[in-house]
């Protein structure tokens, strides 16, 4: 059983917080999720290249667009209809049943509150390192054991020994962000699918499909049309280009699903909402920003490997890059050149992520990157 965290620090923690937003392992835990990161000079300047947040450059679709200015003449109501709308679409767009969908502010609420929901202090979260890191501050912020599974050599999750942790620790989660943030490399579909099979009873696996969209590798929304242990998350905020409107969904059985909006559910953003819809209505856009994503990422992993620095095999907008040296380092350096890259991670000190951007973003990338190098 899950312990229930004091209602008032819970939402002090999460609630459309920085979490979702991605930038809560910039911050440390404790009273600094309270906190902005500190501001960099030059990041607000028009010629900044920001590569650092795994933004999309492009924007929202053109119909995302115009019907999110639409919608804003409904802002000052909690408008229901639109998000059972928002559920229904993508339900009958995946061959799901409404009661299998929840709508999000972002996906980091969501794995605010799957940590909250499937973990505690005596079942375990086990999750890859490096991954995304919202899901494990929040259980090692509420007394659950957080163990770290290192990622293999081409950056996939090592899966045996994952649910081998799994095992040992009694966990109540497991963890695949599939691609991964932030390596960007996949984990193909047949090992998660083995992964769910071995792992112990009881416990939930989730899968967090960021950037699912920019894989060639299939999707687990079938294991959920199945009725497996297993919670999917959506969001909006990647090739779709709306990070800043926060939007995203949870997939699951109805009674998983209810373990997750008891920690957090409420109504989302009108404008995001129309955004989103508009969004899954014009799925027509997606193969062009995968193909000029894949394109630009290719290109610049292609130039860096030319001069000795590799990255490893990434399906997602971003990828790691080695330095060949202290990664924090290497950003600063970036950074006095008005180009702002990713961090390293504790795990991989001397790579660092970097997101794909514009043709002449990642123009200006090389260009500092060379300067930085020499």
């Avoid at 990664?327 to 795990?347: N, T, Y």
Wanted: proline fraction near 7%; charge should be neutral.
């Amino acid at each position: 059983m899950t312990h229930m965290p004091d209602r008032r620090r819970f939402l002090g923690l999460t609630a459309c917080s920085l979490a979702t937003a991605g930038l809560a392992p910039l911050l440390g835990t404790g009273p600094a999720h309270a906190q902005l990161p500190p501001a960099l000079p030059g990041m607000g300047d028009p010629d900044a290249v920001l590569l650092n947040f795994n933004e999309n450059p492009q924007g929202p679709f053109p119909e995302a667009r115009a019907a999110a200015g639409a919608g804003m003449a409904q802002a000052h109501r909690y408008l229901f209809g639109p998000q059972r709308e928002l559920v229904e679409v993508f339900a009958a767009q995946n061959r799901l049943r409404e009661d299998q969908v929840a709508g999000y502010c972002g996906s980091g609420v969501a794995l605010d509150s799957a940590a909250l929901a499937f973990t505690s202090k005596q079942a375990a979260l086990v999750t890859a390192d490096p991954t995304f890191e919202s899901l494990a501050q929040m259980a090692g912020t509420h007394g659950a054991p957080v163990v770290r599974v290192p990622l293999q050599a081409d950056g996939a999750h090592d899966v045996e020994a994952m649910a081998a942790a799994a095992s040992v620790s009694d966990a109540g989660l497991v963890y695949v962000c599939n691609p991964n943030n932030p390596t960007g490399s996949i984990t193909p579909r047949a090992r998660i699918d083995w992964l769910l099979a071995h792992k112990p009873a009881g416990s939930v696996l989730l899968v967090d499909e960021a950037y699912i969209h920019y894989s060639d590798e299939p999707d687990t929304l079938d294991l959920v049309r199945a009725g497996a242990d297993v919670v999917v998350l959506r969001t909006f905020s990647k090739i779709y280009g709306m990070a800043g409107m926060r939007l995203g969904l949870a997939v699951a059985r109805p009674d998983l699903l209810q373990r997750l909006v008891l920690f957090g559910a409420n109504s989302l953003p009108v404008p995001s909402v129309a955004a989103g819809i508009a969004s899954l209505r014009h799925p027509q856009h997606l193969a062009a920003r995968k193909a000029e994503n894949t394109r630009l990422r290719e290109e610049t992993v292609a130039w860096l490997a030319a001069r000795g620095h590799a990255c490893l095999p990434s399906q997602a907008n971003c990828f790691m890059v080695d330095v060949k040296g202290d990664g924090r380092a290497f950003s600063a350096a970036m950074a006095r050149h008005k180009v702002f890259v990713g961090r390293s991670w504790p795990a991989m000190p001397r790579h660092v992520r970097v997101t794909v951007g514009t043709d002449a973003e990642m123009a200006r990338f090389r260009e500092a990157f060379a300067k930085v190098m020499a």
